[in-house]
T-cell receptor
Framework: GDSVTQMEGPVTLSEEAFLTINCTYT??????LFWYVQYPGEGLQLLLK?????DKGSNKGFEATYRKETTSFHLEKGSVQVSDSAVYFC?????????????FGTGTLLAVQP | DTGVTQSPTHLIKTRGQQVTLRCSPI?????VSWYQQVLGQGPQFIFQ???????GRGNFPDRFSARQFPNYSSELNVNALLLGDSALYLC?????????????FGAGTRLSVL
């Protein structure tokens, strides 16, 4: 079945540093791809999405490009803030069958220090 | 607009008991999905309902069941609770149960089994 692999955390950065969180996936088709963010004690919030190859999703300074040839969807931000500290989940959406469930990995914890 | 609402927020049960968790989707959304998130892990798919019918089920035992009501709200039931059922239970709603659709998550119900 479909699966996703994210870089292990925690990722610790200083404020204003550049962020990359790697994400690769395996899928039989061409899934839609999502990044969700989870702040402590909360549910998941949609950060950005891309639905086809070479699409770039962006939101709040975060970006990710759907790379079909490398089956990747890496998350980047040019200058992180303390408020970006959270757990980030890459999630392909398996909608080839009867459902459109999301497939999650273990997530990547980001800690930004002032 | 009101987002996805879940109740209760927290719940403490003992082994062997039964629990019912509730979810109200975003107005106009006809699909509800349930996920289990064990501490330190990513969410795992449990069920998806669309138009009051079960569309998919994850790798969970028969102790887990769910249903969707005519107003598209949903309940997740877990019988004969085990310590390992302690987790954050997340509900997500989407416009449809198939195709590429954004899933919007509630804040979750945190279940502790003692």
């Amino acid at each position: 079945g479909d699966s996703v692999t994210q870089m292990e955390g925690p990722v610790t950065l200083s404020e204003e540093a550049f962020l990359t969180i790697n994400c690769t996936y395996t899928a039989t088709g061409y899934p839609s791809l999502f990044w969700y963010v989870q702040y402590p004690g909360e549910g998941l919030q949609l950060l950005l999405k891309a639905t086809k190859a070479d699409d770039k999703g962006s939101n709040k300074g975060f970006e990710a490009t759907y790379r079909k040839e490398t089956t990747s969807f890496h998350l980047e931000k040019g200058s992180v803030q303390v408020s970006d500290s959270a757990v980030y989940f890459c999630a392909p959406q398996d909608y080839g069958g009867a459902t459109n469930k999301l497939i999650f990995g273990t997530g990547t914890l980001l800690a930004v220090q002032p | 607009d009101t987002g996805v609402t879940q109740s209760p927020t927290h719940l403490i049960k003992t082994r062997g008991q039964q629990v019912t968790l509730r979810c109200s989707p975003i107005s106009g959304h006809k699909s509800v999905s349930w996920y289990q998130q064990v501490l330190g892990q990513g969410p795992q798919f449990i069920f998806q309902y669309y138009e009051k019918e079960e569309r998919g089920r994850g790798n969970f035992p028969d102790r887990f069941s769910a249903r969707q009501f005519p107003n598209y709200s949903s309940e997740l039931n877990v019988n004969a609770l085990l310590l390992g059922d302690s987790a954050l239970y997340l509900c997500a709603s989407s416009l449809a149960g198939t195709g590429s659709n954004i899933q919007y998550f509630g804040a979750g119900t945190r279940l502790s089994v003692l």
